[in-house]
């Protein structure tokens, strides 16, 4: 069965910080990859994903995750978050007939 | 504009007492799938359409129903609400390929007391 994984529940950081979020999948044969973010009180929206091709995907927001395929990883990364960053992040592997989620991150960013 | 709309936002419900949330989108999308959200377990898929007339159970399909009579409309139907039923519900929907990710709705909020 198809399974994601985000071991950082919670993550505090400074403005200015970077930002690392692990997410690892396991899925069987090809796997589409996509980060969403949920800000307070709101549904959830796309950040960025991974079809295929070049690895390092660029998202909005100035977001990217990089797609390590042997490590079966999928992490999301900003250089310098910002106290509007504050928000769940989901990692999610799949298709559009079923998507699995992992349990979310939730970022603080402190002013 | 392109949205997926859910009704209600928010619902507070007697145990037992039937409801529906409603879920309709307005881009065309194949795919639409219900999911609920509860602290520490992220989204779970509840059930899931590919297309009218075809749908089938997601990952925790017990207690609850949907129909796709038409390609807008993805209802979610609870039968018999119980407690454990309170959670977030978000409908979403997508194209068949999947090329720009699933679209969610805003949510509902239910409370089974």
């Known amino acids: 069965a198809q399974s994601v994984s985000q071991h950082n529940h919670h993550v505090i950081l400074s403005e200015a910080a970077s930002l690392e979020l692990g997410c690892n999948y396991s899925?069987?044969?090809?796997?589409?990859l996509f980060w969403y973010v949920q800000y307070p009180g709101q549904h959830l929206q796309l950040l960025l994903k991974y079809f295929s091709g070049d690895p390092l995907v660029k998202g909005i927001k100035g977001f990217e995750a990089e797609f390590i395929k042997s490590k079966f990883s999928f992490n999301l990364r900003k250089p310098s978050v910002q106290w509007s960053d504050t928000a769940e992040y989901f990692c999610a592997a799949g298709s559009a007939r079923q998507l699995t989620f992992g349990s979310g991150t939730q970022l603080t960013v402190l002013p | 504009e392109a949205q997926v709309t859910q009704n209600p936002r928010y619902l507070i419900t007697v145990t037992g007492k039937k409801l529906t949330v409603t879920c309709s989108q307005n881009?065309?999308?194949?795919?639409m799938s219900w999911y609920r959200q509860d602290p520490g377990l992220g989204l779970r898929q509840i059930y899931y359409s590919m297309n009218v007339e075809v749908t089938d159970k997601g990952d925790v399909p017990e207690g609850y129903k949907v129909s796709r009579k038409e390609k807008r409309n993805f209802p979610l139907i609870l039968e018999s609400p119980s407690p454990n039923q309170t959670s977030l519900y978000f409908c979403?929907?997508?194209?068949?390929?999947?090329?720009?990710?699933?679209?969610f709705g805003s949510g509902t909020r239910l409370t089974v007391v």
């Open positions: 899925y069987g044969g090809t796997v589409n």
């Open positions: 881009m065309n999308h194949e795919y």
């Open positions: 979403a929907s997508s194209h068949r390929d999947s090329a720009n990710g699933y679209t």
